[in-house]
């Protein structure tokens, strides 16, 4: 079966880093997203990766894998207004979208 | 409208009753879904639409039907609600299939069966 597993929550300090891994098992791959959610929110697109390395984007940086079906969502200074649900999907071969169940992270002062 | 509408934004209903989720995008995109996200669970699919009067299933669609009469509008319809399917509701787009994962979302309807 196709799964995709991410960490339930995490905890970061206002100003720090944080990494968010993502692991996935699919049938094929056509790419890797994520998106951030916050509390009644929708989802909102952050991140795209198809080749592996790392791409950046301001502070938010994803790196991929595709050899060890990994991922991770790497987000630099946080800020409050960071702290929301932070969902890993994976196009597999049908280029239909398999989600995580989301890293629920909590920024503390 | 800029991006995507939809309707209503909660409702409760009772179980048996018929409900019609509504999803209007304003960005001329050719591809719709329907997504139902529960807790500790990752949005799972229940139809799609890669053009308008196409559609198609996804990995939850018993018990629930949808029609793509045109481009702009993608409704759901529960035909006889059960409490199972009591969830959140959201309706994407994106602008093609083949270039599906960049997708819009609506802000979701929270629909409670009762």
């Known amino acids: 079966g196709q799964n995709i597993d991410q960490p339930t929550e995490m905890t970061a300090t206002e100003g720090a880093i944080v990494q968010i891994n993502c692991t996935y098992q699919?049938?094929?791959?056509?790419?890797l997203f994520w998106y951030q959610q916050h509390a009644g929110e929708a989802p909102t697109f952050l991140s795209y990766?198809?080749l592996d390395g790392l791409e950046e984007k301001g502070r938010f940086s994803s790196f991929l894998s595709r050899s060890k079906g990994y991922s991770y969502l790497l987000l630099k200074e946080l800020q409050m207004k960071d702290s929301a649900s932070y969902l890993c999907?994976?196009?597999?071969?049908?280029?239909?979208?398999?989600w995580g169940a989301g890293t629920k992270l909590i920024i503390k002062p | 409208i800029a991006g995507i509408t939809q309707a209503p934004t909660s409702q409760i209903l009772a179980a048996g009753r018929r409900m019609t989720l509504r999803c209007t995008q304003d960005?001329?995109?050719?591809?719709m879904y329907w997504y139902r996200q529960d807790l500790g669970l990752g949005l799972r699919l229940i139809h799609y639409?890669?053009?308008?009067?196409?559609?198609g299933k996804g990995e939850v669609p018993d018990g629930y039907s949808v029609s793509r009469a045109n481009t702009d509008d993608f409704p759901l319809t529960l035909a006889s609600a059960v409490p199972s399917q009591t969830s959140v509701y959201f309706c994407?787009?994106?602008?093609?299939?083949?270039?599906?994962?960049?997708?819009?979302f609506g802000s979701g309807t929270q629909l409670s069966v009762l």
């Open positions: 999907a994976v196009r597999d071969s049908n280029y239909q979208l398999i």
């Open positions: 699919t049938s094929g791959f056509n790419g």
């Open positions: 960005m001329r995109h050719n591809a």
């Open positions: 994407a787009s994106s602008d093609s299939a083949e270039g599906m994962g960049k997708l819009f």
């Open positions: 990766n198809v």
């Open positions: 639409s890669n053009t308008a009067g196409t559609t």
